[in-house]
């Protein structure tokens, strides 16, 4: 029995071992789970921030477009209502889904954001509709909607702690003093 004892603080010492190796290997496999878990859903927040706004900006594209046929865009495409009306009630349905996702899924400062932008994407649309003529007031639209979509963009960088970006604001015509 004295040989037992004699081994039993090594005997101890293996128990203790074994069971802090097998504590920090589960606590290893949580924490890396939890990273993965964490990573999978910003990479599919993206995905859905993403599609929304190519859904928006095929809107956003077409009421160019039509605004050109107008009068007033310098867009190189022109394109009358009746000819973009079944394109922008496609770009609509299209943006529904995608809608439904960014809510789903969207932190509150983005999906605020987006409705924002939205908002005056509508707004275009109906200015359009409407057959309103006045660049002036088309410009002003323009920039409310760039507005609105470099606030998506920041809102979404922001939730996915990624750097800031380009605001992605150039001229569209050439300045005067370039001619």
């Known amino acids: 029995m004295s040989a037992f004892l004699q081994q039993l603080p090594a005997l101890i010492g293996a128990v203790i071992g074994a069971l802090g190796s097998y504590v920090a290997l589960a606590r290893s496999d949580r924490d890396r789970f939890k990273r993965e878990w964490a990573a999978r859903w910003e990479e599919r927040r993206l995905e859905v921030y993403a599609e929304y706004a190519r859904s928006l900006k095929k809107s956003v594209t077409l009421t160019y477009r039509v605004a050109a046929h107008m009068g007033n865009d310098p867009?190189?495409?022109?394109?009358?209502?009746?000819?973009?009306?079944?394109?922008?009630?496609?770009?609509?349905?299209?943006?529904?889904?995608?809608?439904?996702?960014?809510i789903m899924l969207g932190s509150r400062e983005v999906v605020e954001q987006a409705?924002?932008?939205?908002?005056?994407?509508?707004?275009?649309?109906?200015?359009?509709?409407?057959?309103?003529?006045?660049?002036?007031?088309?410009?002003?639209?323009?920039?409310?909607?760039?507005?609105?979509?470099?606030?998506?963009?920041?809102?979404?960088?922001?939730?996915?702690?990624l750097p800031p970006g380009h605001p992605a604001r150039w001229p569209t015509m050439p300045d005067a003093e370039t001619r």
Do not use: K, N
Not at 118 to 129: D, P
Not at 138 to 151: D, F, I, N, P
């Open 75 to 102: 867009h190189p495409h022109p394109l009358s209502v009746a000819e973009a009306e079944p394109l922008l009630a496609r770009a609509t349905d299209d943006r529904d889904p995608s809608g439904e996702a960014l």
């Open 115 to 161: 409705r924002t932008w939205v908002t005056v994407v509508m707004e275009m649309e109906r200015f359009l509709r409407a057959g309103t003529r006045d660049p002036r007031a088309w410009q002003a639209l323009l920039e409310r909607q760039r507005a609105g979509r470099e606030g998506y963009y920041a809102a979404v960088r922001e939730d996915l702690r």
